[in-house]
């Protein structure tokens, strides 16, 4: 068995029980988690030492003197109702954890805050409005509110405690430690906390010469996590800019971008700029300016790192927010590496697919942490389903490193969990020793997937939460999903992209989301420009793949402004009284491997009928109306789906539609199993690898090439055929 590839967690007071683990697993790094601090032993231990490091938080000497450079975070009071007549008192900071967040009544409320009238969407001028009490006690006092209207405060928040570690603390039960501390988060827009940040790092570069890597976990500003009185979750974002909001920081934009932003470009009715909202020119530009500022801090920091003879890696989570990875300036840092955690082949692709690294690193589920590691959980199963998922992306774009987080005294008390890591380490090894990190074969065949985000947001479409599943988004993260591991090139493309026209090397392009999102693009196809652009792409031989409401904006007698191009459109109620022909589902190419099977559109779209009588059907609901159809438009393709939550069998399903709608239906069987739940890649020396998503066993006939095989897979089995 090769060895390395892989980070472990350590510990104190396990030296013995370590080094047998390190030496059973073949690590070749090791690596302290939050809250804890690396052994006298790590020396000893591996090739490399990473160690956590933090710049935001952690100097609680250095927060609670300098209480006036706390991150802050704008937030929306609750909508308060004006019954009767008489003031209008609000309760600013109702809801909220007030051991996380406390309303900032220091700054000038009059200019940072503003009171609005959700009813009429309207600000209230300062002069009608006025506050009372200070910090959590805080309430505005609207003094002629119209009865009948709703009312709210967008304020300024002051975080007075880091969401990440407020989450561990919460979750580890650290309340009863008397050494675990609130830590309070500080903000580098402070000239006096930004050289404090520096020359800390200074000392703890000089104090940790056994240390290589140093693991930035993360920098400045933490994406949107706040906790509600009830102290859990009341709003999380994985992408959330609220928390990088500060004056320093408001003025600053000013001066450069040359206008003011104000509360509500925030806030955003409560919406809070989710990347589910088609993004506003205004907040893409907070985003550009904070990309701008927090890269060029992170320069700093990294050279320092490099001057002391370490690498910098960091990680993909917690204070990430303006990093974007995907962003034009991110690879100026001279980050060494990137460190993420990995709960799906989407996520794993976000990480591994990072440019301007030397190498990257995925942190594989579950983590070591008793709301796993307890009695009565089964951290085997969870490694099982991360491992699964995160394979298929690993085959086509891999990553360079695995490991895992979290305290080993938890985990070294599961054996089985033990044994089924050692094997998925080894089958990770296995797939870069056979293949010398190359990418397998892919098609020609280019896919774009569009959406009001590009490549900003590449493989983040469709999360709220990283990895997480959640109710309205699964049916179209499953397409993600299903790229992530299918043998295609696949780009991210703006509207802005294509406003000229679809690039040429693009074969399809894939818009998949709900009406109004960012992700089927909202208003974006109220543009004439980008209707002619896609159609005309379509119209000349392009493909088109379609997922839930692609180009949905009501208009002009359709609600899908491609409709044409689709073949159908969404029934708003409009036209009911057009009397349509009945419908029956056709034999098709796509629909092949799953003939007579029921499809599983997820929480699908609602009341999709045909505008087009060569429309080819290929599955209906139990109404009649349209979950998945192909169409043909000039000398181009086209295929709808109402939803594609992840599976086997959708995952085929998208695979058999993208070959279709590029006119390649012919090399789609040159690399491909029988059973759908079988996906194989081949490499240009000839390598074969089968590997299966099933929790059963499989017996399946694989073709590579003018090449097959019948193999006999073992539950989530692999084999190598050459």
């Not at 000497?61 to 802050?72: C, E, F, V, Y």
């Not at 910098?312 to 460190?339: C, K, Q, R």
């Amino acid at each position: 068995m090769s060895t390395g590839r892989l980070t472990l967690p350590v510990q104190q007071g396990m030296d013995d029980e370590l080094l047998a683990l390190i030496d059973r697993l073949g690590a070749d790094a090791v690596r302290n988690s939050d809250g804890t601090e690396l052994p006298e032993v790590v020396k000893h231990l591996a090739t490399k030492v990473y160690e956590t490091y933090f710049v935001g938080r952690g100097d609680q000497q250095w927060a609670l003197s300098h209480r006036d450079q706390t991150t802050r975070v704008y937030l929306m009071s609750r909508r308060v109702a004006a019954i009767g007549s008489g003031p209008l008192d609000i309760e600013v900071a109702a809801g909220y954890f007030a051991a996380q967040v406390a309303p900032d009544t220091d700054c000038d409320v009059a200019r940072w805050w503003q009171v609005i009238d959700r009813t009429t969407g309207k600000t209230l001028p300062a002069d009608q409005w006025n506050l009372a009490g200070a910090g959590a006690q805080a309430h505005v006092i609207v003094a002629r509110p119209e009865p009948g209207h709703l009312y709210t405060v967008d304020f300024l928040a002051q975080q007075l405690w880091d969401p990440t570690q407020m989450y561990n603390y919460l979750t580890n039960n650290w309340a009863d430690d008397p050494t675990r501390v609130r830590e309070q988060p500080y903000d580098v827009r402070y000239p006096e906390t930004w050289e404090h940040i520096k020359e800390s790092l200074a000392r703890w570069l000089d104090d940790h010469e056994d240390v290589d890597v140093v693991r930035f976990t993360t920098f400045f500003y933490h994406f949107t996590l706040v906790y509600s009185d009830l102290e859990r979750e009341g709003y999380v974002d994985w992408f959330g800019y609220t928390g990088s909001v500060s004056v320093p920081a408001m003025e600053a934009f000013e001066a450069e971008v040359g206008y003011a932003l104000v509360a509500e470009d925030f806030v955003d009715e409560g919406y809070y700029n989710s990347s589910f909202r088609v993004p506003t020119v205004r907040f893409l530009d907070w985003i550009g300016f904070m990309n701008r500022f927090v890269t060029d801090h992170v320069r700093e920091l990294v050279s320092m790192v490099h001057a002391s003879g370490k690498e910098a890696m960091m990680f993909l989570g917690d204070n990430w927010i303006g990093t974007e990875p995907y962003g034009p300036h991110y690879a100026s840092t001279g980050m060494d590496a990137v460190v993420g955690s990995v709960g799906s082949a989407a996520t794993c692709r976000m990480i591994s697919d990072i440019p301007g690294v030397k190498y990257t690193e995925g942190r594989f589920l579950p983590y070591f942490f008793p709301d796993v590691f307890r009695p009565g959980g089964d951290p085997v199963t969870e490694a099982n389903q991360c491992w699964v998922t995160a394979r298929r992306a690993i085959v086509r774009s891999p990553l360079d490193r695995i490991g895992y987080g979290g305290y080993p005294s938890v985990a070294m008390q599961f054996p089985a969990f033990l044994n089924r890591i050692e094997q998925i380490i080894a089958e990770f090894r296995q797939i870069h020793d056979r293949t010398r990190g190359a990418t397998p074969i892919a098609s020609p065949k280019r896919i774009g997937v569009l959406n009001a985000w590009g490549a900003l947001r590449s493989w983040q479409t469709h999360m709220v939460a990283h990895a997480m599943w959640y109710r309205h988004a699964h049916s179209y993260l499953g397409v993600l999903e299903s790229l992530a591991g299918l043998p295609f090139d696949v780009t991210f493309l703006s509207f802005d992209d294509i406003a000229a026209g679809v690039p040429d090397s693009v074969s399809v392009l894939v818009n998949a989301g709900a009406m109004g999102t960012a992700f089927s693009g909202g208003v974006w196809w109220a543009d004439p420009a980008i209707q002619a652009s896609v159609r005309t792409f379509v119209g000349r031989g392009g493909g088109l793949i379609g997922v839930g409401d692609p180009s949905a904006h009501a208009g002009n007698g359709a609600c899908f402004q491609l409709s044409d191009v689709l073949g159908l459109d969404r029934e708003l109620g409009y036209s009911l009284s057009t009397n349509r022909e009945p419908l029956s589902v056709a034999e098709h190419f796509i629909t092949a491997d799953v003939a007579g099977q029921s499809f599983d559109a997820g929480e699908s779209t609602p009341a999709v009928v045909s505008v087009a009588r060569d429309l080819q059907p290929l599955a209906l609901d139990a109404g009649g109306d349209i979950t998945m159809a192909a169409h043909e438009f000039g000398a181009g393709r086209a295929v709808y789906f109402s939803g594609l939550p992840w599976s086997a069998q959708n995952n085929r399903l998208l695979h058999r539609a993208l070959h279709w709608s590029a006119h390649d239906e012919t090399t789609f069987s040159q690399s491909m199993a029988d059973d759908p739940r079988v996906e194989v890649a081949q490499w240009g020396d000839g390598a074969v690898l089968a590997y299966s998503m099933a929790f059963e066993p499989v017996t399946t006939v694989v073709h590579a090439g003018d090449r097959s095989w019948t193999v006999d897979l073992p539950e989530q089995g692999y084999v190598w055929l050459s």
